[in-house]
C-alpha cells in the first residue's frame, strides 16, 4: 500500500478543506481526529474516491506515513497542542516533522520548536490565513521553527497555498522558531485594524451622511475597483447589498457585540513589550471590548447626550475625503505593524524578509489586497526601510489623503461620531513627524515626584541630570533610567 504524504489531526472546517486541498494538488493525506466518527464520516462522505486515508489511532496514522514523516496538527491552540505533542513523540523517529496549523501564541512555538528539536524530532509553526475558503482553494501561510524542516515540507505548502498574478506562491520560510506565528499574529492585528477602520467608515456613512445600505454598497464597490482593492472591502459590499427574509438589509438587525479569539491582544501585548506604539490596532481590539459591553451601552446612552449629527453635508465631497481617510488610515495601520515585526526580529534573532511577508499576504489571506504590491516594493526599494511612512510611495499618498483625512476625523468628534482607529492613526501621524513632542515636561515630572533623572537638549544623549526642583529633595536620584 502506497503511504502517505503527509498526515493531518483535527477534522474541523479548516482540517478538513485543507485535506481536499492538499488531496487536489495530487498528494495522498492520512487523517485522524480525536472523534473517530468524524474520520469515518469524512472518509465515506465528502472524501470518499480520493487519495484520503482514514486511520483510527494516532499509531496507525503514523505507520501510514512516507519518511521522514510529516504531521500536521489543525487544533485548538494552547494545552491541547502540548498533549498531541507528547502524545506524537514517542511514535516518531529522528528527522520527522510534526507542524502546527493552528493560531497559537508565537512564545509557545518559540518553546515547542526548541522541546521538540531536543527529542530529535523538528517542528514548525504556521500561520494559516484565508479561513474556510482559503484552506479548500488556497490560503497564505506562514512557516517558522525548524529551518531543517523547511525544504521537505516546502513542496506541499506551496502548492496548497494561494498564487499571486505571476504564480509566486503566498507562502515561504518566515524564520527560526516563533518567527512564522508572529508574523500571522501582526497579520490578525492588521486584520483588525482595517476591520475596525472599515466599521468606522460605514457609522460615518450611517450617521453622518444618512446614506441606506445600498447606497453604502454602491459607494464600496466603487471603492474595491480602485487604491482600496481589497478582501474585506469587497465582502463589506456583498454584505451590504444582502436582504433578510423581509427584504431588509441583514447587516442592520445583527447584534452590535463583536467577538474575539485574542490574536489582535497578543498582538496588542507584544508591542508594549516591545515598546512600540501600536496604537490603531490597540483601538481596534477596545472598539470591540466596548462594543461588549452592550447593556451598560445601552443604558449611556439614555443618559450621556451629544450632538446631533448634522446631516447637511455635501455628500459626493465627504465620500472622496471618507475614501482617502481609511486608504491613509490602513497605511498607518500596516506601518505600526511593519514596525512591530523589525522591533521583534531585533528581539528574538528572526531574519524576517518583510518585502516577502507583504507577497505572503497579497493572496489568500483575510487582509488581501492590492496595497500589498506596493508594500513588497518598498521593503524590495529598501530592506532597511524603518517605516513605510517614510517610503516614497506611501509619503506621497498620504500627503495627498491629509486634507481630506483631517476633515472626515473633525467631522467625527464634532458631530459625536465615535472614530477610535481613525482618529487615533492621524494621532499616530502627527506624533511620528513631530521632531520635539511635549515629553519634555513629562521627564521633568518624573524627576520631580520620583527623581527619575532627565537628559537635557544642550549636552550629549547619554548625560542624565537630576533637579532638586522643591530645595528639599537634595541630590540622589533614581538609578533607572528607560527610553
Not at 492538499?22 to 470518499?48: H, I, L, P
Amino acid at each position: 500500500m502506497k503511504q502517505s504524504d503527509i498526515g493531518l489531526i483535527g477534522l474541523a472546517v479548516m482540517g478538513e478543506n485543507l485535506v481536499m486541498n492538499m488531496e487536489s494538488k495530487g498528494f495522498t493525506v492520512s487523517v485522524y481526529n480525536r472523534t473517530v466518527q468524524k474520520v469515518t464520516d469524512f472518509v465515506n462522505g465528502r472524501a470518499k474516491g480520493k487519495n484520503i486515508v482514514g486511520t483510527s489511532s494516532l499509531e496507525e496514522l503514523v505507520a501510514s506515513l512516507a519518511k521522514p514523516r510529516k504531521v500536521m496538527m489543525m487544533i485548538k491552540a494552547g494545552k491541547a497542542v502540548d498533549d498531541m505533542i507528547e502524545q506524537l513523540l514517542p511514535l516518531l523517529e529522528d528527522g520527522d516533522i510534526i507542524i502546527d496549523g493552528g493560531n497559537s501564541h508565537f512564545p509557545d512555538t518559540i518553546r515547542r520548536t526548541a522541546y521538540v528539536e531536543s527529542k530529535g524530532k523538528l517542528y514548525i509553526g504556521t500561520g494559516v490565513s484565508g479561513g474556510e475558503e482559503g484552506a479548500l482553494k488556497g490560503p497564505s501561510l506562514m512557516p517558522g521553527g525548524s529551518a531543517a524542516a523547511w525544504p521537505t515540507v516546502k513542496p506541499i505548502l506551496q502548492a496548497i497555498c494561494a498564487k499571486v498574478e505571476d504564480g509566486s506562491p503566498c507562502c515561504d520560510w518566515v524564520g527560526e522558531n516563533g518567527a512564522g506565528h508572529f508574523v500571522k499574529m501582526v497579520h490578525n492585528g492588521i486584520e483588525y485594524g482595517d476591520m475596525q477602520l472599515i466599521c468606522e467608515t460605514y457609522m460615518l456613512m450611517k450617521e453622518l451622511l444618512g446614506m441606506t445600505a445600498d447606497e453604502m454598497h454602491d459607494e464600496f464597490a466603487r471603492w474595491n475597483e480602485g487604491d482600496l482593492d481589497s478582501y474585506l472591502i469587497e465582502i463589506t459590499r456583498d454584505i451590504l447589498a444582502y436582504k433578510d427574509e423581509d427584504g431588509s438589509p441583514l447587516v442592520e438587525k445583527i447584534l452590535d457585540t463583536a467577538g474575539q479569539k485574542g490574536t489582535g491582544k497578543w498582538t496588542g501585548i507584544a508591542a508594549l513589550d516591545e515598546g512600540v506604539p501600536l496604537t490603531l490596532i490597540n483601538e481596534a481590539v477596545f472598539a470591540r471590548c466596548l462594543s461588549a459591553m452592550k447593556d451598560d451601552r445601552v443604558k449611556a446612552s439614555a443618559v450621556l447626550k451629544g450632538p446631533e449629527p448634522a446631516r447637511d453635508i455635501d455628500r459626493v465631497t465627504f465620500l472622496e475625503d471618507l475614501g482617502n481617510a481609511l486608504y491613509a488610515s490602513k497605511i498607518v495601520s500596516y506601518a505600526q505593524g511593519y514596525t512591530l515585526m523589525r522591533s521583534a526580529a531585533k528581539t528574538y534573532g528572526w531574519n524576517l524578509n518583510y518585502g516577502g511577508i507583504a507577497l505572503m499576504w497579497r493572496g489568500g489571506c483575510i487582509i488581501r489586497s492590492a496595497f500589498l504590491g506596493k508594500i513588497k516594493e518598498a521593503y524590495d526599494a529598501d530592506p532597511e526601510l524603518t517605516n513605510l511612512l517614510l517610503d516614497p510611495f506611501f509619503k506621497d499618498r498620504i500627503e495627498k489623503a491629509q486634507a481630506g483625512w483631517r476633515r472626515v476625523c473633525a467631522a467625527a468628534v464634532a458631530n459625536g461620531i465615535p472614530a477610535p482607529a481613525m482618529t487615533s492613526a492621524l494621532s499616530y501621524f502627527d506624533g511620528y513627524r513631530c521632531a520635539r513632542l511635549p515629553q519634555n515636561l513629562l521627564q521633568a515630572q518624573r524627576d520631580y515626584f520620583g527623581a527619575h533623572t532627565y537628559e537635557r537638549v544642550d549636552f550629549p544623549r547619554g548625560k542624565f541630570f537630576h533637579t532638586d526642583w522643591t530645595g528639599e529633595g537634595g541630590d540622589t536620584s533614581a538609578s533607572e533610567y528607560t527610553v
